[in-house]
């Protein structure tokens, strides 16, 4: 099955600096790859997707780019804001199957 | 976009009782949810996939006895989680698809004392 490593653990940065979470996956048949932010005491919430027939995505101060050879994913954001702490996990699948997450990554940003 | 709709969203239960978790696709009809589980500061860990109209696929470890999973109708599945103790307490969360898009429910924290 499916197997997603994630790093860092955890990550801080000053505010208005740029934070790279990279993630790599197992199976070469996924082909979704979502990033999750979640804070304390409540559920994950979708941040940025990428689908394996394109390389990078963007939305605003996130970026997500893929690497369907090397099996690896990143998420990129720039300009961090305090707001932005949270845990953020990545996660891959084949469609119609379950995600498998990452462990997730503590973001610090202090201002 | 569609909507899972999970209740209660927080419950506490006394050890060995047990508690039933509910997570509804309110527009949309899903023949599979995945249910997962998510202890403090750790990930979200797939415990099963739910089919509707028939038996549940458990991944390895979870105990299909105590955690049963009935999806009855193509809107609703349910988590039960029988004798429960304390070391069940965790935040747990289902999630569906609508076309190729995924959705999780609000998740459903239980304490067991």
């Known amino acids: 099955g499916e197997n997603v490593e994630q790093h860092p653990s955890t990550l801080s940065v000053q505010e208005g600096d740029s934070a790279v979470i990279k993630c790599t996956y197992s199976d070469s048949a996924s082909n979704y790859f979502p990033w999750y932010k979640q804070e304390l005491g409540k559920g994950p919430q979708l941040i940025i997707d990428i689908r394996s027939n394109v390389g990078e995505k963007k939305d605003q101060r996130i970026a997500v780019t893929l690497n369907k050879t090397a099996k690896h994913f990143s998420l990129h954001i720039t300009e961090t804001q305090p707001e932005d702490s949270a845990v953020y996990f990545c996660a891959a699948n084949q469609a119609g199957t379950a995600l498998i997450f990452g462990k997730g990554t503590t973001l610090s940003v202090s201002s | 976009g569609a909507v899972v709709s999970q209740h209660p969203s927080r419950v506490i239960c006394k050890s060995g009782t047990s508690v039933k978790i509910e997570c509804r696709s309110l527009d949309f009809q899903a023949t599979t949810m995945f249910w997962y589980r998510q202890f403090p500061k750790q990930s979200l860990m797939l415990m099963a996939t739910s089919n509707e109209g028939s038996k549940a696929t458990y991944e390895q470890g979870v105990e299909k006895d105590k955690f049963l999973i009935n999806h009855a109708s193509l809107t609703l599945s349910t988590l039960t989680v029988t004798s429960a103790h304390p070391e069940d307490s965790s935040f747990y969360i289902c999630?569906?698809?609508?076309?190729?898009?995924?959705?999780f429910g609000e998740g459903s924290w239980l304490t067991v004392v």
């Open positions: 999630s569906g698809y609508s076309g190729n898009t995924i959705y």
